[in-house]
């Protein structure tokens, strides 16, 4: 079965250094991962995605994300952290079945609580 | 803007009655639409599929008499909790994709509070 793992509840960095929030994933065949981003309250914010292709992903607000595939990970990153980045990070698997003609089942890691500090 | 919309963004009930929550793919069909459930500060829990014209698919452990999913349409699946409990209290999300997309989208996410 499909899974991601990220082993930090909490990540806390300074404003202006560079942040890191991990993900590991485990699956059979070629990974389709992704990054969403939640504010209190709101519902989920699409940051970016690996489908194929380069392995460092660019996405929304400045983050990027590395996929390894010899470590299994896909590590969110942003070179300099801003106050407002401050949000719960969730990284995510596709279950995908495609005999179903495209089945868009998200598999979600715990999520990790992003504190950024003025 | 929002692809995915989702109504009411609270509700509060009462206690052994139903509520209803619609999610709507705006500017796309969706053929397939997923419910999540989440606690507070905690991870999403896929409910269910929806899928449109046909039953919606529930994962284990989810009560398909309680939380009755209904996709008439191409952009509106429904999620009706029925006789609710203040178990039932949380924040309810759905998504959806377009057909040859691999950019999931989520709506804004509904609280529900039995009282």
Same mark, same amino acid.
């Given at each position: 079965?499909?899974?991601?793992?990220?082993?930090?509840?909490?990540?806390?960095?300074?404003?202006?250094?560079?942040?890191?929030?991990?993900?590991?994933?485990? /699956?059979?065949?070629?990974?389709?991962?992704?990054?969403?981003?939640?504010?209190?309250?709101?519902?989920?914010?699409?940051?970016?995605?690996?489908?194929?292709?380069?392995?460092?992903?660019?996405?929304?607000?400045?983050?990027?994300?590395?996929?390894?595939?010899?470590?299994?990970?896909?590590?969110?990153?942003?070179?300099?952290?801003?106050?407002?980045?401050?949000?719960?990070?969730?990284?995510?698997?596709?279950?995908?079945?495609?005999?179903?003609?495209?089945?868009?089942?998200?598999?979600?890691?715990?999520?990790?609580?992003?504190? /950024?500090?003025? | 803007?929002?692809?995915?919309?989702?109504?009411?963004?609270?509700?509060?009930?009462?206690?052994?009655?139903?509520?209803?929550?619609?999610?709507?793919?705006?500017?796309?069909?969706?053929?397939?639409?997923?419910?999540?459930?989440?606690?507070?500060?905690?991870?999403?829990?896929?409910?269910?599929?929806?899928?449109?014209?046909?039953?919606?698919?529930?994962?284990?452990?989810?009560?398909?008499?309680?939380?009755?999913?209904?996709?008439?349409?191409?952009?509106?699946?429904?999620?009706?909790?029925?006789?609710?409990?203040?178990?039932?209290?949380?924040?309810?999300?759905?998504?959806?994709?377009?057909?040859?997309?691999?950019?999931?989208?989520?709506?804004?996410?509904?609280?529900?509070?039995?009282?």
């Amino acid at each position: 079965a499909q899974s991601v793992a990220q082993p930090e509840d909490q990540v806390n960095v300074a404003e202006g250094n560079p942040l890191t929030v991990k993900c590991t994933y485990s /699956v059979s065949g070629n990974p389709y991962l992704f990054w969403y981003v939640q504010y209190p309250n709101r519902g989920l914010q699409f940051l970016l995605k690996y489908i194929t292709g380069d392995n460092l992903v660019k996405g929304s607000y400045g983050f990027e994300a590395e996929f390894n595939k010899s470590q299994t990970s896909f590590h969110l990153k942003k070179p300099s952290a801003l106050v407002s980045d401050s949000a719960l990070y969730f990284c995510a698997v596709r279950d995908f079945f495609p005999f179903s003609g495209g089945y868009n089942k998200l598999i979600f890691g715990a999520g990790t609580r992003l504190a /950024v500090h003025p | 803007g929002a692809v995915v919309s989702q109504h009411p963004s609270r509700v509060i009930c009462k206690s052994g009655t139903s509520v209803k929550i619609e999610c709507r793919s705006l500017d796309f069909q969706a053929t397939t639409m997923f419910w999540y459930r989440q606690f507070p500060k905690k991870s999403l829990m896929l409910m269910a599929t929806s899928n449109e014209g046909s039953k919606a698919t529930y994962e284990q452990g989810v009560e398909k008499d309680k939380f009755l999913i209904n996709h008439a349409s191409l952009t509106l699946s429904t999620l009706t909790v029925t006789s609710a409990h203040p178990e039932d209290s949380s924040f309810y999300i759905c998504s959806a994709s377009r057909e040859s997309g691999n950019t999931i989208y989520f709506g804004e996410g509904s609280w529900l509070t039995v009282v």
